[in-house]
């Protein structure tokens, strides 16, 4: 099979085209042949040896696909070759086939191809629960979110709206901004037009209910600034490649909250109705992830500078059909 492989950690333009052996399929695993492969911040920082996790190299880089099933393992249940499913692993996805756990994956629905469900699966998650269960958004509310063009942001941003939130949308560039804005933010401000904390007390003169951050570095601060008393503040990510420091005098004096989402910080009840509602919107097409670009495997290096330089909109794909 093919597959992009990263012999050695650095920048995106390490990784290369290789001929691979096919994955082998462990009791309780499952063969997929991929569809379709979605590009993450965290790949490039796995590939740049920055993450959290630290994957030996070579690796295979990639955490989020769609496909069918063509094997499965000895004992594995719940799934049959034949099924169509999207799932999500730390690395292995850049490739025509990958070897995975199916507590990872899930069916696709009838009537969504094979490149709206790799879009769809870690970033709407990522905000849906991140809305739902951690900021607690209510119809009405004010949401502020950052990176309101990225993957993670513009789905806040969708389902937000959805969930009945006026949103004011933060980017880097008047082209992310009119994607939040064609999918309902009210709000729109380009960061770069102007001091943050300025902007935000002009659009919000009373304040935000809740800040979505996928960002981090210097945008964090003024955002938190912008909630009203007892807002919440939540952190989902570090998309500017740096952790901001924050004062905390701003929560002592302002009441606000600040949380961190985490998958499995969301009580067992809570995740298995947002799943469902989840899965209900998805179904009815009333969210729709955005494509910004789709990539061949040979130009994944290509995909993977684009995520790394923050020129992506919405979610970058990669093709292996």
Known sequence: MRAAVCPQYGPPDVVRIEEQPSPPVPAGQVRVRVAAAAVNFPDVLL???????????????GSEFAGVIVETGPGTTGFTVGDRVTGA????????????DPAGLARIPD???????????????????????????????????LGAGGGVGLAAVQLAVQLGASVTAVA???????????YGARRLINHRSGALRDLLRDALPDGADAVVDPVGGDLSEPALRSLRRGGRFVT??????????????????????????????????????????????????????????????????????????????????????
């Open 47 to 61: 590939i740049a040896g920055q993450y959290q996790v630290t994957v030996p190299v070579p690796f295979i880089p």
């Open 89 to 100: 692993a730390m690395f292995g996805a850049f490739a025509e086939e990958v070897a995975a």
């Open 111 to 145: 009537g969504v191809d094979d490149r709206t469900a790799a879009a769809f699966g870690v970033a709407y998650r990522t905000a849906y629960h991140t809305l739902r269960s951690v900021a607690g958004v209510q119809s009405g509310d004010e949401v502020v979110v």
């Open 172 to 182: 880097s560039s008047d082209e992310k901004l009119a994607a939040a804005a064609s």
């Open 236 to 321: 989902v990510g570090f998309a500017s490649g740096d952790i901001p420091r924050i004062p905390l005098n701003l929560v002592l004096v302002k009441g606000v909250h600040v949380l961190g989402f985490q998958f499995q910080d969301v009580p067992a009840d809570e995740f298995t109705r947002n799943e469902g509602e989840l899965r209900e919107l998805l179904m009815s097409g009333a969210v729709r992830p955005h494509i910004g670009a789709v990539y061949p495997l040979a130009e994944t290096v290509q995909a993977l500078e684009r995520v790394a330089e923050g020129r992506a909109i919405g979610k970058i794909l990669i093709d292996l059909t």
